[in-house]
C-alpha cells in the first residue's frame, strides 16, 4: 500500500506512478487523519510492500506525516519492507532519519529512502520562490527516469545514491525544521483579496480542513501546516500570505487536476 500526502501535487504525481508501477493501492494521509479512531490500523500481507510517499518541508517529513505515522498500526506486519520516497525542490537533509525515526516509534522498520527532485512551491518566507520556467521544465522531464530509478531499485532490494541530503543537514534537520513545525505550523498570514471569485476550491482541496468558506469568502483557521495548496491552486490568484508573495510566482504539478 502507498501512504501519501501532497500539496501542489509533486507527491501525488510519484506515488500515482509508483502505485501504478507496483499495483498498490493509494491512501491519502489528509483524508485518513480526518478519521476520529485513535489508532489507524491497515492489513498488511506478507508479500506487500509499503510505502510513504510525501514533500518535505523545510528540511524535514511533512508534519501530517509524522501525525499519521504517530496513529498507525500495520496488523500483520512482520518486517515487510518499508520504503520513504520524498519529494524535494532541492535537498532533503536527514529527513529519511527522521521519518525512520517516526516508524521505529511504532515498531516498523524502515528499509530504505529515496527522494524526487520537483520543482520548488514554498514561496511564504522571504528569499523562497517558484522556480523560473526554465528550471521547472527541467525537473519535470528530468523526473519520470528518476522515479524509474526508484522503481527499479525497489524491485531489486537496492537503495543506490537516490537520495538527495545536501549540505548541513544536520544544521536543516535539527534545528531549523523543528523551528518550522513550532513556529509556523498553526499560525499564518494568508489572505483573500477583492480578485476572490468565491468558487470553494481553495476549501475542497485543503488537506487539512484548515479553510471554510464564510460569506463566499475563505477563512484559514489555526490548523495550517503551510502545504501551500490554496495560494498555488486558486485560479485567480486572489490569496496572498501577508504582503510578501505579491511578487511571487505560483506552481502546481500541471498533470495533476
Known amino acids: 500500500m502507498i501512504f501519501y500526502f501532497t500539496g501542489t501535487g509533486n507527491s501525488l ?6 502505485s501504478e508501477a507496483f499495483g498498490e493501492p493509494l491512501i491519502s494521509i489528509a483524508d485518513e487523519l480526518r478519521k476520529e479512531e485513535k489508532d489507524l490500523a491497515y492489513p498488511v500481507h506478507p508479500d506487500e510492500r509499503i510505502l510513504f510517499v510525501y514533500p518535505v518541508h523545510s528540511w524535514g517529513p511533512a508534519i501530517p506525516v509524522t501525525r499519521f505515522i504517530s496513529r498507525l498500526t500495520l496488523g500483520g506486519y512482520a518486517g515487510q519492507p518499508v520504503y520513504s520516497v520524498s519529494t524535494c525542490g532541492d535537498e532533503c ?30 514561496i511564504l518566507l522571504p528569499g523562497f520562490n517558484v522556480d523560473s520556467k526554465e528550471v521547472e521544465e527541467r525537473k519535470l522531464q528530468d523526473a519520470p527516469a528518476r522515479v524509474a530509478g526508484i522503481i527499479e531499485a525497489i524491485r531489486e532490494h537496492r537503495q543506490d545514491a537516490l537520495y538527495q541530503t545536501g549540505s548541513m543537514p544536520g544544521l536543516k534537520s535539527y534545528w531549523i525544521y523543528p523551528l518550522f513545525a513550532h513556529l509556523a505550523i498553526g499560525s499564518n498570514s494568508f489572505r483573500v483579496t477583492d480578485a476572490c471569485i468565491s468558487c470553494g476550491l481553495c476549501e475542497r482541496i485543503c488537506p487539512t ?13 489555526n490548523t495550517c501546516v503551510q502545504c501551500v495548496a490554496c495560494i498555488h491552486r486558486c485560479p485567480v490568484r486572489a490569496i496572498e500570505y501577508g504582503k510578501g508573495t505579491l511578487v511571487k510566482g505560483r506552481y502546481h504539478h500541471p498533470e495533476i487536476k
Not at 504525481?13 to 509508483?18: D, F
Not at 525515526?101 to 516498523?108: E, N, P, V
Open 93 to 122: 537533509g536527514y529527513t529519511d532519519r527522521l521519518i525512520g525515526k517516526a516508524l521505529g516509534k511504532r515498531t516498523i522498520s524502515l528499509t530504505a529512502a529515496y527522494s524526487v527532485i520537483m520543482p520548488n512551491n514554498y
Open 209 to 221: 480542513g484548515t479553510i471554510s468558506m464564510r460569506e463566499g469568502k475563505p477563512v484559514w483557521s
Open 13 to 18: 504525481w510519484v506515488a500515482k506512478a509508483l
